[in-house]
Each structure stands twice: as C-alpha cells, then as structure tokens.
C-alpha cells in the first residue's frame, strides 16, 4: 500500500554515528506505524524500533536502547533512526517498514510495506 526506501547507511568508526531516513509514496504514510529491522549475514531479521502513526508511542530493542533514536515527520513522509555510539555489532542491512496496527509491531509478519535496505558497516 505504501512504498518505502532507506538511506543513510554507510561505513563508520566504532562510537561512530549514522542517520538512515525512510522515504514513503502512495498511500498516505500518517496511517501506518514504522518498523526499523536490520538482517546480519547469516542472521535473521530482527526488530530494532518501532514509531506508531502520530509518533507518540515508541518502541526499541533492549539492543539499541538508549543509543538509537526512531522518529517520524509525517508531512515530509519520512522515517528516521538516528544512531549513536556505534558498535561493530550493529553491522548489518537496516529496514524500514510499514504496517497498520501496533500490537505485532516487533514481528516481521505484521508488516506489508519494506523498503530495499541500506548497509550499515561498523569498524572497531
């Protein structure tokens, strides 16, 4: 229903930042949460942060807490994740993702739109 494309991924430093941003088109990006997943090679896609349609409710991994930042700018029609001090674990293909409802906002399956990915690449 809404397409979707992530950008803003790129090579960084341990303790290093990135913003990614989710453009959307179609139907209208303010009815849908936003999902951010990231996929490691050989790993499975895994949750990372979670905005609801108004950007009042938040959601984050216990992974990425207090390090990432999810928000959402409604009337530009796109999703943002900044993140912060980042780790060589945090290597992997970020996600963006849109879905109605917010109960199954950690699960893949509860998502219709996704975008490409983009590669972000940490070094120590």
């Known amino acids: 229903q809404v397409q979707l494309a992530e950008s803003g991924g790129g090579l960084v430093q341990a303790g290093g930042s990135l913003r990614l941003s989710c453009g959307a088109s179609?139907?209208?990006?303010?009815?849908?949460?936003m999902g951010w997943f990231r996929q490691a090679p050989g790993k499975e896609r895994e949750f990372v942060a979670a905005i609801n349609w108004s950007g009042r409710t938040i959601d984050y991994a216990d992974s990425v807490k207090d390090r990432f930042t999810i928000s959402r700018n409604n009337s530009k029609a796109t999703g943002y994740l900044e993140m912060n001090n980042l780790k060589p674990e945090d290597t992997a293909v970020y996600y963006c993702a849109a879905g109605r409802g917010w109960t199954g906002r950690t699960s893949i399956g509860s998502y219709e739109s996704w975008g490409q990915g983009t590669q972000v690449t940490v070094s120590s």
């Open positions: 179609g139907r209208t990006f303010a009815n849908y949460a």
